[in-house]
């Protein structure tokens, strides 16, 4: 690849900043001070990582005359993003540079321009900012907007070569708010990648999770949890390879501290599950290469669904679990709703005679020792042994014999059976939720879901915890 080639951020219409700031990506005439031009010139500069607010050590960097009526010559960045070119004749000149970071982020190095009358000390070399780069990607009308580009590149793991015409998918959930209600909806982008395995999704959700999948003829990955941070711009490299298999190693630990959790389960979807040692160490095997979903739980804590790359010289995966207590005081919190208005609530939905009620006082008179030992004998539901003590619950659906249903807590989505988001899993809610401190529950079969829990109708039913 040239390295001087002008890439597609420099050509970007972007509107010029005001002052001597440069525009990052965008070729700008560089004057010396002094109008007496000497024989022997100086050109003083830094390598910066505009993502990161970063310099980028060990960068090479490459001046060429503007009419290149001689060869290229290049230095290397120190230790602090510096560089230097000496014995520089006066005239034009086209500095770039050329780093790995570049490379992951799939974009050529951006151009500057120098005009040399005297010695110019203070020359920026930089990384592209997320913003530039949504701008250059999705158009300059994105930059006002709450949403993010998401980009990266696709690789194969056989062959570390980068992979073409890919399908890359993304999908998300989003709640459209009524004035007691909340509807969920799917919303699903697509794209494809380019020659050197680049893409590019915008109008993302700027914070949240996703789902992300990548697809060819020949291979797939998973459909795999990203989560997104709030800037302008998310990078996610994805790997295909599932044809073979690989090792994932790693820890898990109480999410800030460095307290292992031993006995947690880790898994991957079709794949092996492994217990964590009492360091809370795991090892899986024959795991498919590629980027995969990593599922992990452990009793008392919130499960962890994220994106692992099942590749060689993958670096140990390491996975930091929230209590229940932290979630469930949260939940609490946003469901500071007046009791006594929730049981009148809850006593018309039981007069209407639509799905089945479980009360104060059947939990009672039947003392279970976890809540879903309330829902054996409820007709439609099914209650299943799992590993260990957990009980797995499904329900009759409307397509299927066997499914599960959507779960809420405090009028809160923990699961949604048509969209498969949020984590949770009865088993999880049997570790969260004391069936001493429940006020009500409620069952509907598929297609009786209320308005009121926000979901109409449903494919699999839904189960409703309140709490006192």
């Known amino acids: 690849m040239a390295v001087l080639a002008v890439n597609a951020l420099a050509a970007a219409p972007l509107r010029l900043p005001t002052g001597d700031t440069p525009a990052v990506g965008v070729p700008r005439i560089a004057d010396g001070t002094s109008l007496r031009a000497p024989r022997s010139l100086r050109l003083r500069g830094l390598v910066h990582d505009s993502l990161?607010?970063?310099p980028l050590p060990g960068a090479v960097v490459q001046l060429l005359e503007d009419d290149a009526s001689s060869g290229a010559r290049s230095v290397i960045a120190d230790d602090r993003g510096r560089f230097e070119f000496a014995d520089l004749a006066p005239g034009r000149y086209r500095v770039g540079f050329h780093h790995p970071r570049l490379d992951m982020l799939g974009i050529e190095a951006p151009v500057r321009a120098v005009r040399m009358n005297a010695d110019v000390t203070d020359l920026l070399l930089a990384v592209p900012s997320a913003a530039h780069i949504r701008a250059a990607v999705c158009g300059t009308g994105a930059a006002g907007r709450d949403a993010t580009l998401l980009m990266g590149t696709v690789y194969d793991v056989r062959t570390g070569a980068a992979v073409a015409d890919a399908s890359v998918q993304v999908e998300w959930t989003e709640i459209d708010l009524g004035r007691r209600t909340a509807t969920p909806r799917r919303v699903l982008r697509r794209t494809v990648t380019g020659a050197n395995g680049w893409y590019g999704v915008c109008d993302?959700?700027?914070?949240?999770v996703v789902q992300l999948a990548v697809h060819t003829p020949n291979d797939s990955t998973d459909r795999v949890d990203v989560r997104l941070v709030g800037d302008a711009l998310n990078h996610q490299l994805l790997y295909l390879g599932s044809a073979t298999v690989m090792r994932v190693a790693g820890v898990v630990t109480r999410d800030g501290s460095n307290k292992p959790i031993a006995n947690a389960t880790v898994s991957v979807p079709d794949g092996p599950s492994v217990r964590t040692n009492a360091k809370g160490e795991f090892l899986l095997d024959a795991v498919p290469a590629g980027s995969r979903t990593l599922d992990v739980r452990a009793m008392g804590f919130y499960p962890e669904r994220l994106l692992v790359n099942a590749i060689d010289g993958a670096p140990r995966v390491e996975v930091g679990l929230h209590s229940f207590r932290?979630?469930?005081d949260t939940v609490k919190v946003l469901a500071n709703y007046q009791r006594y208005?929730?049981?009148q609530e809850?006593?018309?939905?039981?007069?209407?005679?639509?799905?089945?009620?479980i009360t104060e006082k059947d939990i009672e008179r039947r003392r279970p020792i976890f809540l879903s030992d309330l829902l054996w004998t409820i007709p439609g539901v099914r209650v299943s042994r799992g590993v260990g003590l957990q009980q797995n619950v499904a329900m009759r659906g409307?397509?299927?014999?066997?499914?599960?249903p959507?779960?809420?807590l405090n009028g809160f989505a923990m699961f949604l059976a048509d969209f498969g988001s949020a984590p949770f899993s009865f088993a999880d809610l049997d570790a969260m939720v004391r069936p001493d401190d429940v006020l009500a529950m409620e069952i509907y079969a598929s297609g009786q879901v209320p308005p009121a829990l926000g979901m109409g109708m449903?494919?699999?039913?839904?189960?409703?915890?309140?709490?006192r």
């Open 326 to 328: 932290s979630v469930l």
């Open 346 to 357: 809850l006593a018309e939905r039981q007069r209407m005679g639509i799905g089945r009620f």
């Open 398 to 404: 409307l397509f299927s014999d066997r499914c599960l």
């Open 458 to 467: 449903t494919g699999c039913g839904a189960i409703a915890v309140w709490t």
């Open 204 to 208: 993302v959700p700027r914070e949240g």
């Open 406 to 408: 959507s779960l809420f």
């Open 341 to 343: 208005s929730l049981r």
């Open 52 to 54: 990161t607010g970063f």
